[in-house]
């Protein structure tokens, strides 16, 4: 019970990791409806700035983050402005060219100019259990991505909900057409998207490498990226919160798939996140939560 | 500017003849790794990367069917490749079957996978698809390394294709360049007179057998296209509703589409095994199916002629950019690691925005050319009123992919 309890604890804190990439995804996605490819490969590079301050430059890493974050909000602004904003959302197959190209360069500058090998980031949260029963332990790390994870969510919740330009993200999410009849500015509000799911990708990124048991490489990135990508199709790829369960089952379904079934090897895993995206797809298009479309024919 | 219809066929007979005399007296010439200087940096060329970028254009031949043709946003043809690699290596290598049999099995393999994986498909569009097929490309190489099939895939080491390739000795291969290198300018200078040595000849040889089968695939896919198939993919991908309405099987042409790719990237992976005669589980995975994409976009998705520029821009690019290690102005650590991957994934982002049809229709010869010598036979059965029966001109006209403008062509249409 106890080996049982550690790897939910282990497979929760991943999946929270997956459900804050889900939800950059999950922002853009409502705000423009397109799936940014390049996500993952921004936040790894957003991971690779935090590592240059915080150790080349002793910058502590509390710092560090929340300074890397502006910086990738402002990224994330200067992508959509000079490449994406370019580009009619409706017609797919420029869109994912573009994402994907961006996924290629981030990824080959990542890897030029900081090579493969792997890079030991300062831990966050204090090391060691805060709690423990027998084997099982709840490690600090594990609360305290838990606890981001969710503070984030409830923030953007709030946002969206209570603020003037929540109200305006909405609109635009909603159609964005009549919110530009009424005078939003769209393109405004889709850079903002870009900016907080830039900034969010980033944070997760930079929690997801600072796992003492983890590593950050340039292609650390690739299979979180699919991972969330599942996980925000799961949970409905407009729903803010779906990405959060959506994050939550995979991360839980990989941990346990791996952890008990004995001929099921780690590589199965990005398996695992293809079927439920297939699953999902072909039977709940819409995801757990996500508003359902119909089409007009 | 009105050409004689006879001298315009005359000067197609007579590009042919250069094209092939151009085909046959390449290899000789590259054999010799010829190099050339480009801003500083020695760039060597050799018969393997021509090689490959017909088995590379064959691949992006497989996107091109299934998301220029067929409308659907599938970016898989990197995983087919890679099934395609893999299993005729294992047919030959461990099931022991002759010749080109472990290529047209895998083939056969590969199409029903597309079919198979068509299914799902059938009801997922779009950027889901994108996502869902382009996650499968990426999946490949951890399928690859699955335990349970180690022992045939294996693993992280890859496969060698045993054995290597050689000419069949009833043709002067190996000889060839006894006779040309005498042809006056080019031949003393970059052929040599001196016969080839084995391996050499193997080399030369697989180079005729991709050659020959790359333009055996061009042809009969080119063919389904323009027949009846064809054209029920082609509507479809115009609008699905008015192809249905005029009787096309909208879910047996998608996966028929499905098949077809799934063939052709299989067909690409055998080449590309044949080839480089080693497989490896990171060789086919996202950053393939980028790549063949990179191919597509670059060629433009809607012609066959961009699958060919397409697959030699895959597997040029990569091979030059390894080679150019200094620039003015770059510090040089800068230039040693994935500077190809960095130059594609560039070109992908700008491409769209300079030329979203891509470079075959933006610089091709005016829209016409060959299309419209073999296209009066078919059109009017377009609009006769059979299967592939289009409510709007729209679609029968812009026949894969090429907006007409020509006046000969107009006028064969309302013939």
Not at chain 2, 359 to 369: A, D, I, Y
């Amino acid at each position: 019970v106890d080996l049982f309890l550690a790897r939910v604890l282990d497979g929760v804190a991943t999946g929270a990791l997956y459900a804050s990439v889900a939800l950059a995804l999950v922002l853009i996605y409502k705000a423009t409806a397109l799936i940014n490819f390049a996500q993952g490969e921004m936040a790894m590079i957003g991971a690779f700035l935090v590592y240059v301050l915080a150790v080349e430059h002793n910058v502590p890493i509390l710092v560090a983050l929340p300074l890397v974050m502006v910086l990738s909000a402002a990224g994330g602004v200067v992508l959509h402005r000079t490449i994406i904003q370019r580009f009619d959302p409706r017609d797919h197959l420029p869109v994912v060219m573009v994402t994907l190209g961006l996924l290629l360069v981030l990824n080959a500058i990542a890897a030029i100019v900081f090579g493969y090998d792997a890079r030991r980031l300062p831990q966050i949260f204090p090391e060691g259990n805060a709690f423990s029963f027998g084997i099982a332990s709840l490690r600090w790390y594990t609360l305290g991505v838990l606890a981001v994870s969710c503070l984030t969510l409830v923030g953007l919740t709030l946002l969206l909900k209570y603020t003037r330009i929540g109200l305006k993200f909405r609109a635009v999410a909603t159609t964005l057409d009549s919110a530009q009849l009424v005078g939003v500015r769209v393109n405004g509000v889709i850079a903002l998207a870009w900016a907080m799911a830039a900034a969010i990708g980033t944070m997760a990124a930079t929690l997801y490498v600072s796992d003492p048991l983890r590593q950050l490489d340039p292609l650390v990135m690739e299979r979180v990226l699919i991972f969330a990508a599942a996980a925000a199709v799961l949970g409905g790829l407009d729903s803010l919160w779906g990405s959060l369960v959506g994050g939550i089952i995979l991360g839980l379904a990989e941990s346990l798939v791996v952890g008990y079934v004995s001929w099921v090897p780690p590589e199965l895993g990005m398996v695992v996140a293809l079927g439920t995206l297939i699953l999902v797809l072909l039977w709940r298009p819409s995801g757990l939560y996500g508003a359902k479309t119909i089409v007009r024919v | 500017m009105p050409i004689p219809s006879l001298s315009r066929s005359t000067t197609r007979y007579a590009r042919l003849l250069a094209l092939t005399f151009a085909a046959i007296v390449l290899p000789y010439v590259l054999i010799n790794t010829p190099s050339f200087a480009l801003l500083g940096n020695n760039v060597v060329l050799n018969l393997g990367t021509l090689s490959l970028a017909m088995a590379a254009s064959v691949g992006v031949l497989a996107l091109v069917v299934l998301v220029g043709y067929n409308g659907q946003l599938a970016l898989a043809a990197g995983f087919f490749m890679g099934v395609g690699a893999y299993l005729s290596i294992i047919l030959s290598d461990r099931v022991g079957l002759p010749s080109v049999l472990p290529a047209v099995a895998s083939v056969a393999v590969c199409a029903g996978l597309g079919a198979l994986i068509g299914l799902p498909a059938l009801r997922i569009r779009g950027t889901y698809l994108a996502l869902v097929t382009i996650t499968l490309a990426a999946v490949f190489p951890a399928l690859v390394r699955l335990p349970a099939l180690k022992d045939y895939t294996g693993g992280s080491d890859g496969l060698l294709l045993e054995g290597q390739s050689e000419a069949p000795t009833w043709l002067p291969v190996a000889d060839a360049p006894l006779l040309l290198g005498h042809i006056p300018g080019i031949g003393p200078f970059l052929i040599g007179t001196r016969p080839l040595g084995i391996s050499q000849a193997g080399n030369v040889w697989a180079y005729f057998v991709v050659l020959i089968s790359t333009v055996f695939i061009f042809w009969l896919v080119a063919g389904v296209l323009r027949g009846r198939t064809g054209r029920a993919i082609i509507s479809v991908r115009d609008n699905e509703i008015a192809a249905a309405a005029n009787g096309v099987n909208v879910g047996r042409t998608k996966l028929m589409a499905f098949a077809l790719s799934g063939a052709v990237g299989g067909a690409a992976g055998c080449l590309y095994a044949e080839v480089y005669r080693i497989v490896a589980p990171e060789s086919f995975g996202l950053t393939l199916a980028i790549y063949l994409l990179f191919g597509m976009i670059l060629g433009g998705h809607r012609t066959m002629a961009g699958a060919a520029v397409g697959g030699f821009a895959v597997a040029y690019l990569p091979a030059i950019t390894s080679q150019i290690t200094h620039l003015p102005g770059v510090p040089d650590r800068y230039l040693n690691g994935p500077t190809a991957s960095l130059t594609l994934g560039l070109l992908l982002v700008i491409f769209p925005m300079l030329m979203p049809a891509g470079v075959v229709e933006k610089f091709g010869r005016r829209g016409g050319g060959r299309r419209a010598e073999s296209s009066p036979g078919d059109e009017p059965v377009a609009t006769a009123g059979t299967e592939g029966v289009l409510p709007a001109s729209d679609s029968v006209v812009r026949a894969p992919g090429r907006i007409i403008t020509t006046p000969d062509r107009r006028s064969t249409v309302v013939d």
